[in-house]
């Protein structure tokens, strides 16, 4: 297996399973009935056939975008209104926090469309297709940083494991939900987006509340 980091941080391989190795620790997940997995599932119950229909779109993994999703807004999703109203302090909108200013070239008319969970994670959607059509930014882990910061690569040796241009740990959070999503038979062939989590998880997911996790955004 090639495990790569184009920033010469820690090495991810993705495997053909889609699952994401890392160098020398194997497949990291969520811990299950943590908050952070009540988060993935209740996002996914509240967004999973947009989030698997602009996936489909724009031929990007469904696990992608529901990490990416439950890394922006998890922390809101006992509330489905809250998580599709988010807006950060700098301005980020939405369900994937899209910044009104990168959703310009993708024809809103308007930062208020952004409100629209539709047309906020098919814009989500395309800025992660972006930069992933650039085979240097070796998958989700790198795609992620870029679409957090705007870039790729950081020289700031204590910013976090990767060498990766992100807020704390972004990169790792996202391989930890992709991995949990596909593990769980969350996604995949055969899952029921409504039943995985219903009254085994029904309870909890209520009172889930997960520290909202940091903010920004440049251009992707």
């Not at 539709?118 to 085979?135: C, E, F, T, Y």
């Not at 939900?177 to 409504?194: D, F």
Request: hydrophobic content about 45%; overall charge positive.
């Amino acid at each position: 297996m090639d495990f790569q980091n184009p920033c010469g941080g820690k090495r991810w391989a993705i495997r053909p399973d889609g699952l994401i190795e890392v160098e020398g620790e194997g497949i990291p997940v969520v811990p299950p009935g943590s908050a952070a997995f009540l988060n993935m599932a209740q996002t996914w119950r509240n967004f999973g056939p947009l989030l698997a229909r602009a996936a489909s779109k724009y031929s990007l993994p469904t696990p992608w975008l529901l990490a990416v999703a439950t890394m922006e807004t998890g922390h809101l999703s006992a509330t489905p209104e809250k998580q599709a109203r988010a807006v950060s302090p700098v301005g980020a909108i939405g369900v994937m926090q899209i910044m009104p200013f990168n959703a310009k070239p993708f024809g809103l008319a308007s930062p208020d469309e952004l409100f629209d969970p539709v047309k906020n994670i098919d814009v989500g959607a395309q800025i992660l297709k972006k930069s992933n059509d650039n085979p240097r930014n070796g998958g989700l882990p790198g795609i992620s940083a870029m679409y957090n910061s705007g870039r790729l690569c950081t020289t700031d040796a204590g910013r976090n494991e990767w060498m990766l241009l992100a807020d704390a740990n972004y990169p790792r959070h996202v391989i930890e939900w992709n991995n949990t999503a596909i593990q769980s038979g969350m996604i995949g062939p055969g899952a029921s987006t409504l039943a995985l989590f219903g009254a085994a998880f029904g309870a909890s997911l209520a009172l889930v509340v997960m520290a909202p996790m940091r903010r920004r955004r440049a251009a992707a």
